[in-house]
């Protein structure tokens, strides 16, 4: 048994883990380690305390993925409920379909007794108001707003928040979920990797599961997730099929490789992982059943810049 997570998804692989231990399945490990993120005020990218939107408004994105039968469920853009990994396993288990966005997943978690609240904390709104301070001219042309809001919304610092967790349960099951408020100060709707089955999130029990934070609209235009298992399922090692699925995306038009940032975690179907990373400095986190507590390390580094083979 295994919990791969990204480095602030540490605080919930102890939940996870108690699952496990007890003989629950890999799906209900990772939504119950998600949701003790979903909870933490202190991180600004998932859940509660997020970052909000150019508007102030925190919405939510997640995602979660059975690897024994495929099935997957994800929600984006939902305002007022701090579990969205809650709302994408019912849109997976009692809807039939895969993906539900804005006011009907809103509609979805009122109906499950969610309780509404403000999610936008005194600390998340004072760094939203000094990071919009001076853009929001409103005599200031569309196009030159549009662009300083970009490159808020893409300053590294605040986009590369979001939460993987990956468990690995005793009958050999894998699941994955994804949660997040995604990039700050972003586009009122937008929707990054975290809800796209595939592209921030995949798991298969024959090959192996994959997730991943960081900058979601290369991770949607590469398919990052569902490379790395088709890594997996064309033989690669778990290591092999991250390096792999990293290198792709320097091969995506318009942008510098230098300037790709990417995490994946990454578990094959007998519970081996792989953490890696576009740049140095980011760790992961992992604990198995023979240890008592989660550990956070450094991810394999994966260098971009230059331009990759
Ligand atoms: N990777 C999270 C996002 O781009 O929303």
Redesign the pocket.
Known sequence: MIVVASANGAVGIPAAMAVLRDGGSALDAVEAAVRVVEDNPDDH?VGYGGYPNVLGEVEL?ASIMEGATRRAGAVGAVRGYRHPITLARRVMEALPHVLVVGDGAARLADGMGMVKEDLLTDAARRTWQQGLEGTLDPTTPMAEWLHRIGRLATDPEH????VNVIAHDAAGHLAVA?S????AW?HPG?????PMIGA?NYADDRYGAAA??????L?IRAGTARMVVEGMRRGLSVEAACVEALHDLAHLGGIDPATVLMHVVAVDAVGRHCAATTRRGWEYAHQTEAMAEPTVGPRLVVELAGGAS
């Open positions: 990218t994105d986009v590369a928040g979001t994804v997040t408020s995604g990039a972003k937008r929707l990054g990797d975290s921030g991943c934070t960081g900058w979601g609209e991770a």
